[in-house]
């Protein structure tokens, strides 16, 4: 047995001739005609779901359609963070076992995702925010997450970056700290995903868009792809962004509002900010990555609209709230922004399970919080494909609740205004 | 590192070379510890460059040495630290006197950088090698991240400066055209665009106008180029409507034609109505083993430092080149008095013209067909010191190597590459051009104009012609007409500028593709070959133009290899998306001074005089108590108790108001909220419970009628927007004949409470009968107070006889003034929001979103009271009526706690059953008038009947246990207020 310091992954890559490529994603071939389960969009739910439908449910005969490339939507665009500190208990069963996930993740894809925790800080400016801290944290603490209301002497400990000052617009009165809060490399997420399934049999073709969803007497059959039609006993669809547009196809409604979301990064610098650091009323999020560079997010935009351009309205907004809460980052530099587009719920929560075509599912409802919960959507995804039930951990998001007014409010641990 | 003071350096060339330098202004200042002096006018790297200082930075991953490559900031070898500032590009900043700037990213010093041990283990180290270790056990990356953590980035963040060092601040321009790019295809655009009648902002990134102009050589003389910008730039500043930005940067498109402008410590954000972009082309290196050592250049960067900075690249140059640029670059140098030791043309058979003749004229030798194959180093790859120079036999393929050349300087000029990032920001397609080998535009967007060498168009005569096109285009786009039509030009000299392939693999490797991130060819390939094998995916992978130049050098390479290993057409591929910004924008230029708007009450200079606390509320600021934050429950006692004994007054103005006015004024509140308002008396006031269409608990107030079709509607504070965006929403449908204003800022208010009260009001106001019957509770009356026309309104929140006095906003200080001097015999004193909260919970009055969350609905909330059955429809109430049917899942009650010793729960404890969370505290004090905890909470709603017990959850895990007990919990009778 080695001891868990050596890297034995790499003695292959220095002690060969030549490079030992190991083809993560077999190179494209024809689509088949049929299938037992097609998922539409090739982002890291997706692949996920496909990965624990090929390795844990014996269903490998399995097809990704990917208009773009491989995990190039949302799973690109996020900023990497995984927490469980939600505000109900269906929310914080489930993200926590996500987490759990995450943790193992590593290990269990054989695949290195840079999993990181840094712990979490939820900044509160009002009265209102340390209400809700305390109540997450106290929802938390009851379910076993590790959550707790800090004053700001204990921030002044943890992260002493902050300012703290009260001569700012925002003074900070407390945070919720959620010390399993983690980053991780996103791409690796889903490319891990990707190789084992794959490696499981299951297809995987890119630049391949569903046109339609073929629907017989309220029983999905198949889709219609750029690439001709294929069959399949069951569909799931997992295309945060543009989540309502797919379910069109397939003849049903979704309580969908899409609206961009823009990040943006620093130029790279040696790490001096460990923590990740959220201030809902500032609406910032940073954390710095494994390249140095902060990862930076604010609010959504102020307006629903299917596209990813960037605005200047938000880095602008953004850098001075940033500016507020670090104020040594004056000279420091945005070397790229971007944009995601999040399917808000009125609920903020997600949107997952049957529909009413039957044999055909549905992940939806991402909003700003699909990331973290990649692992378990392909759990609990590949377990309701394969039984025809829904998981557990996913009943209360089913589409009914909308009618039975049974929503999972969790406007209040979302990290972004809205 | 050798430092001399004499004439500037001494590689400095004299006069006239050196366009941008002022010989007369020496300049001193440190790198590395080290003294250097320049001229004013000089970058960093010129500086250093013209005292033979080459090694400017250490490389991210293998910590090699770095020197000059673009010098017009392009590239990431020139990253310095300046201060505190990490990542400034040292061939774009001005020297400045006592400069102490250092290198970046190494172990120990620059000059004997330990981290570049990391190089002998490369082969450990393939692409991506991160993914593919560290993970062996589940413990080994909590080892390993540290260590790979530390390794990252480049410059520093100096934790202890403060942002307000510097000043940033922003400014708005406008105008009709906007011309970026000052080189020849700018000034010819902006010219036009001026003659056709516009109005015209220049921005350019030097200092001075003229772009390549200034410095690359148009024809065997040598002086086309100066001559040519010399005219235009003169024209340019004798044209009234052109405005000239240079030193300034526009780092981004953005819907609109809004672009972000940054010059000096100033952000401007231009609006135009059309924007010609003329950003020019990147010059692209050759892929060759060991091309990243100092010494190895562009041929631009060479002419740069020749014209721009009169400094001497180095002191016998080798040319690799396939256009008739390196030619050029030759007799620069030979002018310069470098030694050329050999020209090497990529083409086995370039074109002859007058300039390649000139060359051979002049003796230089002349190697068609071949490449560098290898470049040599000395002192531990510090700088070059020769070339080993091989025949192409294929693509990439080359043969034996036939000769070597001492040297200590090689020119890279095989192509260029569309600066093209702007017009990737305003979603330019591009599509690759057989025929140039470059990509170029092919489809741009509405009042957006592409010109010059951005545009495919090298030859100057055609890129002056292009740019006037551009130039009259975007004017007539703008509205201009004046002078005849033009039309773009038809030969663009575009074809022998850029070669298809100049990417040679060595056996040895380290070819560098991309330099920010330390990618030879074998990492694309391998990457590749690992199934990553588009574009993009081989970005993400590969982290090949993931560095801060973003991929300006690398990305045409890496679709180039994508495309040759993976048999996909060159015509079918497209470099990544570019994302703004085009250079990284400073966060203290972004925040600017930092506006975040603030809302005052017109007394709240008042509250500061009296000691307040401060509090926000949404964007306004609140008193939340009067007096020492030490005493802070002192003095909330002693406010409540003031109030409840006699009389006190708070500033209320941040409520929300809104006048709804009209014959159907009455209908809208029954539609808009869940009581009935129709029969509503004039001169009376009711309850408002605002509810969304899933029943929802949104907002509350109360309705005052003044008048048969006005009522007066206050809302919350940070509601108050939301209502109104809902009326107006909701009346866009129902079209009833109303108006709705939202007059919250246009009245400050405040409210006298307390048994004294009416004593107090008296005093001061004289034209409404006060008395119990006159003016009785939940009345309302319009009349004046201290002279000041008001609104009064006798209301309930706190449980005391009180009048709600809403004025005009800018007589709210007056009132404030008037009624504390009134006051003054009865004691009366200011009581904030923290009294009022106590108050109001003691009468039992919930607080929309602290009392209620975003699922509540009228019943949870109990009251049941305030939704009239009577009445066809409210927005939300069938919604609420299916709930209610359905069950309620939990239920607010009022409590106190069943052991009294037991400590007061805070805000949002949980309320438990068994283990199951059924609800929560939501509001909790102990009573300064009751002597008593008292407080709300949702319970399950089989526990929610008077004298039923629950568990709540407290502090450190405790359960202790809340008794529910009606509601008001003080003066239950309500007879203080009704007084």
Known sequence: MLPAFVPSGLFRYGFSKKYPARRHFPAPKDLKSTYDVVIIGGGGHALACAYYLSRYHGITNVCVLEKGYLAGGNTARNTAIVRSNYLTPEGVAFYDKSVQLYQELSQETDYNILYSERGHFTLAHTDAAMRTSRWRAEVNKQL???????????????????????????????????????IARHD?????????????????????????????????KGVQTTRGTVYANKVMQATAGSSSLVAKMAGFRLPIRTIPLQACVSVPVKPFLDQIIVSGSLHVYVSQSSRGELVMGGSTDPYSLYSTRSTLDFKEGLLGHMLELLPMLGELKVLRQWAGMADMTPDFSPIMGKTPVENYYIDSGWGTWGFKATPVCGLTMAHTIATGEPHDLIKPFNLERFVNFAQVGEKGAASVGH | MTASNQMGGINRLPAPRGLLIDRSKQITFTFEGHSFTGYAGDTVASALAANDAWMISRSFKYHRPRGVLTMIGQDANTLVQIGDEPNCLADKRAIEPDMAIEGQNYIGTLEADRGRMVE?????????????????????????????????????????ADFHHSYYDKKYLFADVAVIGGGPAGLAAALQAAETGAEVILVEESPQLGGSLNYARFDETGDGGSRTSGEL???????????????????????????????????HKLRVKAVVLATGSIEQPAVFRNNDLPGIMMGSAAQRLIHLYGVRPGKRAVILTANRDGYGQALDLLEAGIEVAAVIDLRPTPPQDTMTKAVQRAGIEIRTGHAIAEAMHIGQKKHVSGVSVAPIIGEGELGKAVAEYACDTVLMSVGYSPAGQLLHHAG?????????????????????????????????????????YAGWAAAKDAGFERGSELAPPVERGAEEQTHPWPIFPHAKGMEFVDFDEDLKIEDLINGIHDGYDSVELLK???????????????????????????????????VTTQRPPYTPEKFGHLAGRIFDPERRTAMHHRHLELGAQMMPAGLWWRPGYYGAKADRDQIIRDEVNNVRNNVGLIDVSTLGGLDVRGPDAAEFLNRMYTFTYTKLQVGRSRYLLMTDQTGVITDDGVACRFHDEHFYVTATTSGVDGVYRQMLQWNAQWRLDVDVANVTAAYAGVNIAGPKSR????????????????????????????????????????????????????YGEALWDALMAAGGLNGIRPFGVEAQRVLRLEKGHIIVSQDTDGLTNAYEADMPWAVAKSKPFHVG????????????TRKLVGFTLKNADDPCPEECHLVLKGSAIVGRVTSAVHSPSLKKVVGLAYVHPDDAQPGSTFDIKVHGGRIIQGTVVPIPFFDPENKRQEM
């Open chain 2, 877 to 888: 109430g069938r919604s609420a009526e299916i709930q209610l049917k359905n069950g309620l």
């Open chain 1, 144 to 182: 076993g997450v590790n959550s707790e209301l800090i004053y700001p002497e204990d921030i002044a400990k943890l992260c002493p970056s902050l300012n703290l000052s009260d001569k700012v617009r925002y003074p900070i009165l407390g945070a919720l700290y959620h010390p399993p809060g983690s």
């Open chain 1, 188 to 220: 690796a997420v889903a490319w891990g995903y990707a190789r084992g399934a794959a490696e499981a049999g299951v297809e995987i073709h890119q630049q391949t868009a569903v046109t339609g969803v073929i629907v017989e007497n309220g029983v999905v």
């Open chain 2, 759 to 810: 004593e107090v009001l008296a005093r001061v106001c004289h034209d409404i009968d006060l008395s119990p019957e006159g003016f009785p509770y939940l009345g309302v009356r319009m009349g004046t107070v201290a002279g000041i026309p008001a609104r009064l309104m006798r209301v309930g929140f706190v449980g005391e006889l009180g009048y709600e006095i809403h004025v005009p906003a800018s």
């Open chain 2, 233 to 267: 730039a003169s024209r340019v500043r004798l044209q009234p409507n052109i405005t000239v930005m240079t030193n300034a940067i526009c780092s981004g498109w953005f819907a609109d034609n809004w672009l972000p402008v940054i010059q000096g410590n100033r952000f």
């Open chain 2, 428 to 468: 330019t397609k591009f599509g690759y051009d057989t025929r140039s080998h470059m990509f170029k535009p092919e489809a741009v967007p509405a009042h957006v104009f592409a010109a010059g060498s951005v545009n495919n168009t090298f030859d100057l005569s055609a890129v002056l012609a292009d740019g006037r």
């Open chain 2, 120 to 160: 002998l283990v490369k082969k450990f180290l393939p692409v991506g090698f991160y993914y593919k270790t560290f993970h062996e056990k589940r413990d080994s990356w909590r080892f390993w991240e540290p260590i790979v953590r530390a390794m990252a980035g480049l410059g520093k963040i100096d934790l202890k």
């Open chain 2, 540 to 574: 993400r992978y590969s982290t090949v133009g993931m560095g801060p130049s973003q991929g300006k050098h690398s990305a045409v390479a890496a679709v180039r290899i994508v495309s040759r290993e993976t048999g996909m057409d060159l015509r079918n591929m497209s």
